[in-house]
């Protein structure tokens, strides 16, 4: 199981929220390439950008900051997710050296252009799914829909999905803890790989997924709690990588 650190961007500084509030904003850094270097340095195989403002705002908004680490890191994979909605969009992020690009709102309100990014981009698209109490949330977790999670898993297996990001929002941010139960369900319902996200607080989190990764977790990503100290990065990969 690999761990992923988080680089949220908002207005070109690393941020970390609070359940999705804009208004809700920490800035632990206004220079995202030292953040990430920082990560690099400590082990990190995989990078998880948020473009926050482009989620908001239907567009990539950080493109520049989401770029200066692709250029500084050409050879480690990295996910974008926020505010890709057009071809256009995707392509430009492929063309930078983006290796996956990450779908959330377009999953639920448009599913036939994650379908025509899997035939476009085979093997480079991820689907974030995002949910309150098993139902999907969209537009930055701003619109609360009546989308199953599993149905929506289900179209993601057809369309060929790589894998998806699977967020409980109650938890994200809180420092509350994984919400494991839900994400081995989601994983023991699909054939996708699921990357866990939301809630990750300390190594006991990162040991009870990782106990249940044979049953199709492939990762975890992290962000308040790397940044806060309450999770050692690099010794929770560490700990991945020997059990």
């Known amino acids: 199981m690999v761990v992923i650190p988080a680089i949220d961007l908002k207005d070109g500084q690393c941020v970390r929220l609070r359940q999705g509030l804009m208004e809700d904003t920490t800035v632990f850094s206004d220079n995202p390439v030292s953040m990430a270097t ?13 473009d926050l ?18 250029q500084a890191f050409p050879d480690l994979p990295v996910q974008i997710g926020g505010g890709i909605r057009s071809m256009q969009s995707a392509n430009a992020y492929i063309e930078a050296g983006i290796d996956y690009l990450i779908i959330g709102t377009m999953a639920v309100t448009n599913p036939e252009f994650v379908s025509e990014l899997c035939r476009e981009f085979p093997g480079k698209v991820i689907v974030g799914l995002d949910a309150n109490d ?3 949330a969209t537009q930055g977790w701003t619109q609360q829909t009546d989308v199953d999670v599993v149905d929506l898993s289900k179209k993601c297996e057809q369309d060929g999905v790589s894998s998806i990001v699977y967020t409980d929002i109650a938890r994200d941010g809180m420092m509350q803890g994984v919400n494991v139960e839900a994400t081995v369900n989601l994983a023991k319902q ?3 790989p ?14 009870r997924l990782l106990v249940e990764a044979h049953r199709g977790i492939m990762g975890a990503i992290t962000g308040r709690a790397i940044y ?10 560490q700990f991945c990588d020997a059990n």
């Open 38 to 50: 920082q990560w690099v340095e400590q082990g990190a195989r995989r990078l998880h950008l948020v």
């Open 53 to 70: 403002n482009g989620a908001f705002e239907g567009k990539p908004v950080n493109a520049q900051s989401v770029m200066a680490i692709t």
């Open 134 to 136: 098993g139902l999907v």
């Open 190 to 192: 699909t054939s996708i």
């Open 194 to 207: 699921i990357i866990a996200s939301g809630g990750i607080t300390n190594m006991e989190d990162i040991s």
């Open 228 to 237: 806060e100290g309450t999770l050692d990065f690099k010794q929770a990969q």
